[in-house]
Structures are given as structure tokens and as C-alpha cells.
């Protein structure tokens, strides 16, 4: 059984910064590429960034310069350190493994106040 614990989410004011974790426990015998995808309210999940096995990162259009993500393959630790934070980042952030399966985390709110 694979599991994927993230932290890091919370209401925070416009312009400041968050950092989520995900870090993934169990059966996992090889993973190739972890990323963060979020859920706006009353919208569809979306890619946020993503970094394969051999640290190739890709960001959507919107966070780009703003956020970073990074990953620590001997904890199966994927980072994604947000900054110039906006209202429009508002959403349920989830954490998204792909190994010989794909695995999803539980989700954590982030709250950007303008």
C-alpha cells in the first residue's frame, strides 16, 4: 500500500509565500516523476509543476518565476516552495506520484488572501 502525506498548506496574505511537502511512504519500488497539481473552487484540477526522476522540472504558465518545486529521491520527498503568492492560487493542492502506478495525496488547502 503506497501513501502520500502532504503538509505545508494554510491561509496566508497576497505576496507571501507557503511551502508544501508530499512525502510518500510503502510500496513504492521506483518513481519516475512526482509533481503538485491544484483544484480552484468550481474549477478542474490542473497541472502546477512536475519533475521527473532525473530533476527535468516543468511549471504551468501562471507560476512560473514564482514558485519552485524540488524533490529529495532518498526521503521520496517531493517540495513545492510558492512565493508572490496571489489570490488566484487559491485552491486544494495535491500531490501526484507516478511509479509504476499513479498515486494521489489527499489534498491541502491553500488560502491566499487579497
Known amino acids: 500500500q503506497v501513501q502520500l502525506v502532504e503538509s505545508g498548506g494554510g491561509l496566508v496574505q497576497a505576496g507571501g509565500s507557503l511551502r508544501l511537502s508530499c512525502a510518500a511512504s510503502?510500496?513504492?519500488?521506483?518513481?519516475?516523476?512526482m509533481g503538485w497539481y491544484r483544484q480552484p473552487p468550481g474549477k478542474q484540477r490542473e497541472l502546477v509543476a512536475s519533475i521527473t526522476r532525473g530533476g527535468i522540472t516543468n511549471y504551468a504558465d501562471s507560476v512560473k518565476g514564482r514558485f519552485t518545486i524540488s524533490r529529495d529521491s532518498a526521503k521520496n520527498t517531493v517540495y513545492l516552495q510558492m512565493n508572490s503568492l496571489k489570490a488566484e492560487d487559491t485552491a486544494v493542492y495535491y500531490c501526484?506520484?507516478?511509479?509504476?502506478?499513479?498515486?494521489w495525496g489527499q489534498g491541502t488547502q491553500v488560502t491566499v488572501s487579497s
Open positions: 510503502g510500496s513504492i519500488f521506483r518513481i519516475n516523476a
Open positions: 501526484n506520484v507516478n511509479g509504476a502506478f499513479e498515486y
